[in-house]
């Protein structure tokens, strides 16, 4: 009985390894690069400002992370720009009533 339990054991862990290196063949094919770029946005005020940036730029596709952070007002994106561009970033925060532009660097 020990041994069944240990080869079934065996062949659910060969199982699990054999499909993650699968997996990581085929990321590894569709990993793009990502950009990131920083915005300075104004008319934040509160914590609902940040998650309503956050929640927002974090639906259109392509994003990977958004940080916003109130005291400094700026919003950190990372993103594929073959599927998103800066400026549709932007009018997604200044459609929630804020106001984006290009943090210069």
Known sequence: MKNFVFIILALVLFACQNNKSTKAGSDTQTIAELTEATFDVSGMTCDHCVASINKSVGELEG?????????????????????????????????????ASVASE
């Open 63 to 99: 994003v990977d992370l958004v940080e916003t952070t109130l005291d400094d007002s700026t919003t950190v994106v990372k993103f594929d720009k073959s599927k998103v561009t800066v400026d549709e970033i932007i009018k997604t925060i200044d459609s929630r009533g804020y106001k």
